[in-house]
């Protein structure tokens, strides 16, 4: 069986994977994120979802990066989790900043 890594290698050097890959990077961030916070707080999808107020499929869509948290939902996700919420603005490598 090939693994997800292997292919990510293998593929990371197609010009067109790898701009899709970097355009859904921000998604893949958000997702890997939720779900560190879920396995720190070692709950299921179910359980986080019972927390949350929500249903599993609602958890398993935001993990999945096909859906885009609203700041609410990441407000109840990191009380949930008895986690912190923190949100941070970092510049773009490479680009100038305007001046003010």
């Avoid at 990510?8 to 899709?20: A, E, F």
């Avoid at 916070?37 to 999808?45: F, K």
């Avoid at 935001?62 to 407000?75: A, D, I, N």
């Amino acid at each position: 069986m090939t693994r997800v890594s292997e292919l990510h290698k293998k593929w990371t050097k197609k010009p067109g994977y790898r701009k899709v890959h970097q355009a859904l990077e921000e998604e893949f961030v958000w997702a890997g994120a939720m779900i560190e916070a879920r396995g720190r707080a070692g709950l299921t999808q179910e359980e986080l979802a019972r927390k949350m107020g929500t249903t599993q499929p609602v958890i398993a869509r935001l993990e999945s990066g096909r859906t885009r948290p609203s700041l609410r939902t990441l407000e109840r996700l990191a009380a949930a989790t008895d986690s912190r919420l923190l949100v941070s603005f970092k510049p773009v490598e490479g680009r100038r900043a305007r001046p003010a």
